[in-house]
T-cell receptor, first 113, second 109 residues
Framework: GAGVSQTPSNKVTEKGKYVELRCDPI?????LYWYRQSLGQGPEFLIYFQGTGAADDSGLPNDRFFAVRPEGSVSTLKIQRTERGDSAVYLCASGREHTDTQYFGPGTRLTVL | GQQLNQSPQSMFIQEGEDVSMNCTSSSIFNTWLWYKQDPGEGPVLLIALYKAGELTSNGRLTAQFGITRKDSFLNISASIPSDVGIYFC?????????FGKGTKLTVNP
C-alpha cells in the first residue's frame, strides 16, 4: 500500500515569502505528526494531530508556523514570512491511534534564500 | 527538557564487522525506538523496546532497553554495504518522539 507522501519534495523560496507544505498520510491513520530536521540533527517535533484537531502544538517555534488538517486526512504546514533559519527538511509521519509506530514520509526540503 | 545523547557520532567500518552504538537519556521513559534514515528519505523504524532489560532482534540487528531505563544500545552484526545510513534512537509514546542526533554509519566494502 501507499506510504506517507509529501509535496513538494523540494521548495526554494525567498526570505519573507509564504510557503505551504503538504502531507498525505497513510489511509486510515488518525494520528499525524510534523517534524523538522536540520542538517546533522535528528528530527524535532513540531505538532501532532489526532483527527482534525491539534492535540499538541508545543513544538511550533513561533506564530509564523501553523498547520491544519481540516478533514482528518491531508495536512498542510504553513510558514509565513519565511526566514533563512527556517531552511530544513520538514518530515511528516502518520500512525494509528494509540500506537507508537510512526511512519515517516520522505520529507520536503525547504531552502529559504 | 529531555535530551538524548547518542554515540558515536559517526563510524567507519569494514564490511563484515559488527557495530555497536548507544543512547543515553536524562529522563526515564517507557519506550526506546531505533530508526534508520537513508539519504533523501524519512526515518524507518527498526526496533521498538518497551520494557527495562528487554532484548529484541530484527535479523542482524539487536537492541536492548537498559535496566535503568535511561539507556539503550543497538548492535548490527556482520555489516553489509546497505547498512550505510544514519541511525537514530528515539523516545516517546503515541505522541511526539524525541530523537537523538544520530550515528552516521559508513561501511567500506
Amino acid at each position: 500500500g501507499a506510504g506517507v507522501s509529501q509535496t513538494p519534495s523540494n521548495k526554494v523560496t525567498e526570505k519573507g515569502k509564504y510557503v505551504e507544505l503538504r502531507c498525505d498520510p497513510i489511509s486510515g491513520h488518525t494520528a499525524l505528526y510534523w517534524y523538522r530536521q536540520s542538517l546533522g540533527q535528528g528530527p524535532e517535533f513540531l505538532i501532532y494531530f489526532q483527527g482534525t484537531g491539534a492535540a499538541d502544538d508545543s513544538g511550533l517555534p513561533n506564530d509564523r508556523f501553523f498547520a491544519v488538517r481540516p478533514e482528518g486526512s491531508v495536512s498542510t504546514l504553513k510558514i509565513q514570512r519565511t526566514e533563512r533559519g527556517d531552511s530544513a527538511v520538514y518530515l511528516c509521519a502518520s500512525g494509528r491511534e494509540h500506537t507508537d509506530t510512526q511512519y515517516f514520509g520522505p520529507g520536503t526540503r525547504l531552502t529559504v534564500l | 527538557g529531555q535530551q538524548l545523547n547518542q554515540s558515536p557520532q559517526s563510524m567507519f567500518i569494514q564490511e563484515g564487522e559488527d557495530v555497536s552504538m548507544n543512547c543515553t537519556s536524562s529522563s526515564i521513559f517507557n519506550t526506546w525506538l531505533w530508526y534508520k534514515q537513508d539519504p533523501g528519505e524519512g526515518p524507518v523504524l527498526l526496533i521498538a523496546l518497551y520494557k527495562a532489560g528487554e532484548l529484541t532482534s530484527n535479523g542482524r540487528l539487536t537492541a536492548q532497553f537498559g535496566i535503568t531505563r535511561k539507556d539503550s544500545f543497538l548492535n548490527i552484526s556482520a555489516s553489509i554495504p546497505s547498512d550505510v545510513g544514519i541511525y537514530f534512537c528515539a523516545q516517546g509514546g503515541s505522541e511526539k518522539l524525541v530523537f537523538g542526533k544520530g550515528t552516521k554509519l559508513t561501511v567500506n566494502p
